[in-house]
C-alpha cells in the first residue's frame, strides 16, 4: 500500500499500487432509468443471522441469499468455528452440528465489522469467546464499549489485550441491560446471547432497525424466545437448546432505497420490488417532499421523477425509524443536483462525509463542518476520476455518474461489492451506461 494519503479530516483517498490491479466502475452519465429491479436480501440482516446460527445444533437453510463481500468473509469467519456453509443462487446453507470453539483472529475481523456479532453468541454456546477487534467502513472510529458493557453487566469477564478481547462467560446470568446508545451490533449482540441463558433477560434503550425484528423472527424460528424487537425493550427467555431450520431473510431496504433515489437523480420511472414502505417510511416520507411522484403497494415502490427536483431544507441522520445513516450519502447526491440548498446533519457516525471531497470533483457546492453538510443544488455535475472511501459512499459516486455529463471512473469497486451484489449490471438493467473495467 503505498500511502493513505489524508488530505483533510474528511477525505481520506486510498492510492495504492493495488489500485492499477484492482476494477474500476465506467459510468457513463444522462440517461433515465425505467423498468423494474427485484432486491435480494439484507446484508444487515444475514450477518447478524449467520452469526446466530452459533446458538443454533443443526442445518439452517437461509432464503434470499445475496453474493457480496461482506457475507463471504463471515462465511470464512463460521469456517474457523468448523461449521460448514455452501451456497447456491439464492439459498445459504449452515451446518453447526459439527461447530468448535475458535480464537477469531485479525486477518478474518479486519475484513467485516460483523465479526464482533459472534462474541454474544460464542460466549452463549461455550461460556468463551476470544476474538479480536473488528474491522469495517472508514466512517468512525468503530468502539464496541456498548457490546462489552453489556456482557459485563450480565456477568461476564472481559480482558482487552494485545488487539484481542478474552470474554469468560462462566458466570454469564440473565438480567437488564439498558444501552447508552441504541447501537444496533450491540443490541444484536447481546439478544443472541440471552437466548442460551437461563431466566428473563431485559434489553433497554434498544436499537429498532427492521434486521433486528429480523433478526428475532429467525432466532424464534430456531427455538429461541425473543420478543419486543423494533420496541422500547426487548425481553428474551432463555431455553437450553436451539435446532436448525429454514428462514428467509428481508429485503435489503438501504439497496432498495439507494434505487429509489437513484431514479430521483436521474430522472425516469422505475418499479423496486422489495420496497416495503414500513422498512423506509422516512425516505419516502423525504421524497415526496421533492414533487417525485411516489406509488406504494405491498412489497413495492414506485417512483417517477421527469423534472429537476427540489432541495429539501434540512435532514438529520438518527436510528431507526428516522432517516437512516446509510442513505445519507445518496442523499447528498440528490441534494446536491436538486434546486435549493440542503443543511444535512450526520448525527450517528463521526466520519461520514467523505463522499463530498469526491462530489465536489465532480462540481458539487458542498461545504462540511464536522458533522454538518451544506450542500448547494448545481445544474449539472460532471464525470471525473473518484474514489470510494466506503460502501455507501462508494454506490453514491455510482449514482453521481450516473447523473454526470461525460465519463465518471469509480475506483475502489471492492467497498462497494461489500453491499451490492454486481451493481453495474442492476443498474444496467434499468438503462444505465455502466460497466465494470478489470486492469490487468
Ligand atoms: C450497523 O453497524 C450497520 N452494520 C451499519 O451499516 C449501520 O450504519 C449502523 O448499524 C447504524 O445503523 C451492520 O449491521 C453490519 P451501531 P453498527 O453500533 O452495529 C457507536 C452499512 O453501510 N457505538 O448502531 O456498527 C458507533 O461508533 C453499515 O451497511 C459505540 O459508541 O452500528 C456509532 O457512532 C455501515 N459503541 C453509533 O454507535 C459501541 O459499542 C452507531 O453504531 C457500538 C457503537
Not at 370 to 379: H, K, N, P, S
Amino acid at each position: 500500500m503505498l500511502s493513505n494519503l489524508n488530505t483533510n479530516k474528511h477525505t481520506k483517498i486510498l492510492c495504492s499500487y493495488n489500485d492499477f490491479m484492482e476494477e474500476k466502475l465506467l459510468v457513463y452519465g444522462g440517461r433515465k432509468l425505467h423498468g423494474s429491479v427485484k432486491v435480494d436480501g439484507a446484508k444487515n440482516a444475514f450477518l447478524p443471522i449467520m452469526a446466530g446460527c452459533v446458538l443454533c445444533d443443526g442445518e439452517i437453510e437461509l432464503e434470499n441469499f445475496v453474493h457480496l463481500l461482506d457475507i463471504e468473509n463471515m462465511r470464512e469467519i463460521l469456517k474457523t468455528l468448523n461449521i460448514k456453509t455452501h451456497s447456491n443462487d439464492r439459498q445459504l446453507y449452515i451446518d453447526t452440528r459439527e461447530i468448535q470453539n475458535a480464537k477469531i483472529t485479525h486477518e478474518r475481523t479486519q475484513k467485516v465489522r460483523a465479526s464482533i456479532f459472534l462474541l454474544g453468541p460464542l460466549l452463549a454456546r461455550f461460556k468463551r469467546a476470544v476474538i479480536a477487534y473488528p474491522g469495517g467502513c472508514n466512517i468512525g472510529s468503530r468502539p464496541i464499549d456498548l457490546h462489552l458493557g453489556a456482557f459485563k453487566t450480565l456477568g461476564a469477564k472481559v480482558l482487552e489485550r494485545h488487539g484481542y478481547i478474552f470474554c469468560d462467560g462462566t458466570n454469564l446470568k440473565a438480567g437488564n441491560v439498558i444501552f447508552d446508545f441504541p447501537s444496533v451490533g450491540a443490541t444484536e449482540s447481546v439478544m443472541m446471547c440471552a437466548c442460551l441463558l437461563e431466566g428473563e433477560t431485559v434489553l433497554k434503550n434498544v436499537a429498532k432497525e427492521p434486521e433486528i425484528v429480523d433478526l428475532q423472527n429467525f432466532l424464534n424460528a430456531m427455538g429461541a424466545h425473543v420478543s419486543g424487537a423494533g420496541e422500547d425493550e426487548i425481553r428474551v427467555v432463555g431455553v437450553k437448546k436451539m435446532h436448525g431450520g429454514n428462514f428467509h431473510v428481508m429485503p435489503d431496504r438501504i439497496v432498495a432505497g439507494t434505487y429509489l433515489l437513484a431514479t430521483a437523480i436521474c430522472g425516469g420511472d422505475i418499479v423496486v420490488d422489495g420496497a416495503i414502505l414500513k422498512d423506509n417510511e422516512s425516505l419516502v416520507s423525504f421524497l415526496k417532499q421533492t414533487a417525485c411522484q411516489i406509488e406504494v403497494f405491498d412489497d413495492k415502490i414506485r417512483l417517477k421523477a421527469d423534472q429537476r427536483l427540489c432541495a429539501i431544507p434540512k435532514i438529520e441522520t438518527r436510528p431507526f425509524p428516522f432517516f437512516p445513516t446509510d442513505l445519507q450519502s445518496q442523499m447528498m447526491v440528490l441534494q446536491a443536483v436538486s434546486s435549493g440548498v440542503c443543511l444535512l446533519q450526520e448525527n450517528v457516525f463521526e466520519n461520514r462525509f467523505a463522499v463530498a471531497s469526491e462530489l465536489k470533483k465532480m462540481g458539487a457546492d458542498i461545504v462540511v463542518k464536522d458533522r454538518t453538510a451544506l450542500v448547494r443544488g448545481v445544474e449539472k455535475l460532471y464525470g471525473a476520476d473518484v474514489f470510494a472511501s466506503d460502501l455507501r459512499a462508494g454506490a453514491s459516486l455510482v449514482l453521481a455518474g450516473l447523473k454526470a455529463e461525460g465519463y465518471a471512473t469509480v475506483h475502489n469497486v471492492h467497498y462497494i461489492d461489500r453491499g451490492y451484489e454486481k451493481i453495474e449490471e442492476r443498474y444496467k438493467l434499468l438503462g444505465a451506461d455502466i460497466k465494470r473495467i478489470k486492469i490487468e
